[in-house]
């Protein structure tokens, strides 16, 4: 952990605001502590936008269930949610 200590970058992503990291992490004095040491010396980036992989997700759900619509003449089905061609 020294050799790194203010020499490299760490990025951490998270969906929940600092104020709901406890009901993950368990413990207030943990978190407390976790986000005490991660704050320092930061730049915190707060984006508020539509999520790219979302929008991925369902753009390939849609493709698959076009595709398993196609594939009924075949009487192949194709699981929407992971793409899998299923037997018929």
């Given at each position: 952990?020294?050799q790194?200590?203010?020499?490299?970058?760490?990025?951490?992503?998270?969906?929940?605001?600092?104020?709901?990291w406890?009901?993950?992490?368990?413990?207030?004095?943990?978190?407390?502590?976790?986000?005490?040491?991660?704050?320092?010396?930061?730049?915190?980036?707060?984006?508020?936008?539509?999520?790219?992989?979302?929008?991925?997700?369902?753009?390939?759900?849609?493709?698959?269930?076009?595709?398993?619509?196609?594939?009924?003449?075949?009487?192949?089905?194709i699981?929407?949610?992971?793409?899998?061609?299923?037997?018929?």
């Amino acid at each position: 952990m020294l050799q790194r200590h203010e020499r490299s970058s760490t990025i951490v992503t998270s969906n929940l605001p600092f104020e709901e990291w406890t009901s993950v992490l368990g413990s207030e004095r943990l978190t407390g502590a976790l986000l005490d040491r991660l704050t320092h010396h930061v730049h915190i980036l707060t984006m508020n936008g539509d999520s790219y992989r979302l929008a991925q997700s369902t753009a390939r759900r849609r493709l698959s269930s076009k595709a398993a619509q196609d594939d009924t003449s075949t009487g192949e089905q194709i699981n929407p949610d992971t793409g899998e061609i299923l037997p018929a």
